[in-house]
Nanobody
Framework: QVRLAESGGASVQTGGSLRLSCAASEYIGRGYCLAWFRQAPGKEREGVAYAAGGNSYYADSVKGRFTIAQDNSKNMFYLQMNSLKPEDTGMYYC???????????????????WGQGTQVTVSS
């Protein structure tokens, strides 16, 4: 199973930007669903961005501000976060899983391999 490691989290002020990186232990190209989740203190983990085969999907809370992108040559994918808000604060995790025939959209998949995450803190 592919292993992933997140990096790039930091403390920023409202309106700032960050780019989170996810390094994969092996190739994660067009045959994978890629996703970023986050978990705020006292809240459930939520998916914020998904990508597969050149398509992407974003949670309403981040649409227009976050962008998921991948660099297959480096086995990396990223989450560019702009116009950050205090409610974006949380631990961010990257995950990936192979696409299954008739598996539906990536947001419906179960992601099983979770890394340590990277902390994002947005202050007002």
């Amino acid at each position: 199973q592919v292993r992933l490691a997140e990096s790039g989290g930091a403390s920023v002020q409202t309106g700032g930007s960050l780019r989170l990186s996810c390094a994969a232990s092996e190739y994660i190209g067009r045959g994978y669903c890629l996703a970023w989740f986050r978990q705020a203190p006292g809240k459930e983990r939520e998916g914020v961005a998904y990508a597969a085969g050149g398509n992407s999907y974003y949670a309403d809370s981040v649409k227009g501000r976050f962008t998921i992108a991948q660099d297959n040559s480096k086995n990396m994918f990223y989450l560019q976060m702009n116009s950050l808000k205090p409610e974006d604060t949380g631990m961010y995790y990257c995950v990936a899983t192979p696409i299954r025939l008739f598996g539906g959209p990536c947001r419906n998949y179960e992601y099983k391999s979770w890394g340590q995450g990277t902390q994002v803190t947005v202050s007002s």
